[in-house]
């Protein structure tokens, strides 16, 4: 796990509270990813990462705003979320500019909206 | 809309037996498959990657491609307790103008002693 690192491992936040998530890689990859992770349901891709630029945003509401300044680092900005956004938002990254192959991925951020 | 197709089990099985996970996918055209496991509270680690149709083993565990009958699985072998997780089909995809890989909702694995 200590390839992808991901902080806070847990967060609590109101639905006027404004967050980030963080994200970091160690592996000397280019691309990177943010997964939503709810109960039942398959790991839905939000935002891919290529060398810094935003490759695919997946249909994410404006709520979530993601950030890439550099390869290694990814974050996830949150604001006015809502209680159906409470999940595991996990970060993952992978070697080159054919992303999709062989992901790593972090611990996760556990997200609880009240 | 592209889809990977999992049982979500639970898959019940004893210490020491074979465990059989299947997955079905839609793209027709897909060309690299994915299994992860992921323990309960963690976060999904890669098992095994198969890209040609057939086997391939590694260790315990052996995944099975068929392209022509869109069909992946994995077996493990003399199954453990430690081995109870849920195991998560990945499959590239092309997707708009590139790939990204398409998850099914997994399956989950118990195995008792």
């Known amino acids: 796990e200590t390839g992808v690192t991901q902080t806070p491992r847990h967060l609590v936040m109101g639905m006027t509270n404004k967050k980030s998530l963080k994200c970091e890689q160690h592996l000397g990859h280019n691309a990177m990813y943010w997964y939503k992770q709810s109960a039942k349901k398959p790991l839905e891709l939000m935002f891919v990462?290529?060398?810094?630029?935003?490759?695919e945003n997946n249909s994410v509401p404006s709520r979530f705003s993601p950030e890439c300044p550099n390869s290694s680092h990814l974050f996830l900005h949150l604001h006015t979320l809502q209680p159906e956004d409470s999940a595991l938002y996990l970060c993952a990254s992978s070697q080159g500019a054919d992303y999709g192959e062989t992901q790593y991925f972090g611990p996760g951020t556990r997200l609880l909206v009240l | 809309q592209k889809e990977v197709e999992q049982n979500s089990g639970p898959l019940s099985v004893p210490e020491g037996a074979i465990a059989s996970l299947n997955c079905t996918y839609s793209d027709r055209v897909s060309q690299s498959f994915f299994w992860y496991r992921q323990y309960s509270g963690k976060s999904p680690e890669l098992i095994m990657s198969?890209?040609?149709?057939g086997d391939k083993e590694d260790g315990r565990f052996t995944a099975q491609l068929n392209k022509a009958s869109q069909y992946v699985s994995l077996l493990i072998r003399d199954s453990q307790p430690s081995d109870s997780a849920t195991y998560l089909c990945a499959v590239k995809s092309t997707r708009g103008t590139g790939t990204a890989l398409i998850f099914g909702k997994g399956t989950t694995l118990s195995v008792s002693s």
């Open positions: 198969i890209y040609s149709n």
């Open positions: 990462y290529n060398f810094k630029e935003q490759t």
